[in-house]
């Protein structure tokens, strides 16, 4: 998972990072709103852990932009020494999915993460060694992929990438997105590498619409999964 940490003290942010690398998530950090607000607009994330006090745009004015500009925004955490319930009423009103006072310990923040990412169903049959996505059967032991009772043998990556797309289905992922979770990288040489691992998985599941898949591309974003019904 790929989570944004939003604080303007280093310490906070350094604090937040170990606890979501201990997780096995990949952090992200911002010292301001404004540059917060432009990651996301351009990029994927899994999930937002806020400050209320930052320079540029603030905790709630972020939460009430992402639930306006963007189509499908990832789920918050305010996380901020505002200890006033009227304060916490407001960041849940306006559609943080938790909250958390300053200072937290690490297990309690660590817990809220993941519940959090499992309400939000980030992961989703992430833990299943065997999962099944319409004629597609998963196996997570084997790297394989089964479809229409005939398995499909891919490299390692070709799986990680199937696997990724297929719990995101319908979910836009951007192309750094993919390429951190994938090849723990964002550089330019791993752009030829993400085309051609997704051409060659494309072609290899039959991913078109007659098998109730396709991998669509988002101009100038990355790619999307979609799931289409035959109805």
């Known amino acids: 998972m790929r989570i944004a940490v939003a604080d303007d003290e280093r310490d906070v942010t350094d604090y937040l990072k170990a606890i979501i ?77 938790d909250y958390i006072t300053k200072p937290e310990d690490r297990d309690v923040i660590a817990a809220r993460i993941n519940a959090v990412l499992r309400r939000n169903g980030q992961g989703s049959g992430a833990f299943e060694t065997m999962v099944t996505y319409g004629n597609y059967l998963l196996n997570r032991i084997e790297q394989t992929v089964t479809f229409n009772e005939q398995t499909i043998s891919l490299t390692a990556k070709e799986f990680e990438l199937a696997d990724l797309f297929f719990r995101n289905a319908d979910r836009t992922l951007s192309r750094n997105y993919i390429m951190e979770t994938i090849w723990r990288t964002t550089a330019a040489l791993a752009t030829r590498t993400l085309d051609m691992h997704i051409s060659r998985v494309r072609s290899k599941l039959h991913l078109n619409p007659e098998n109730g898949f396709r991998i669509f591309t988002v101009f100038g974003y990355g790619y999307r999964l979609e799931s289409i019904s035959k109805s």
Do not use: C, Y
Not at 32 to 45: M, V
Not at 72 to 93: C, G, H, Y
């Open 21 to 97: 690398e201990e997780l096995g998530h990949l952090p992200v950090s911002f010292s301001d709103g404004n540059a917060l607000s432009q990651a996301l607009a351009r990029d994927t994330f899994d999930l937002v852990i806020l400050d209320w006090g930052m320079p540029g745009k603030d905790g709630l004015q972020i939460i009430k932009w992402m639930e306006s500009a963007l189509n499908d925004p990832p789920p918050v955490i305010m996380m901020t020494n505002r200890t006033a319930k009227s304060d916490i009423t407001e960041a849940l009103n306006a559609g943080a999915a």
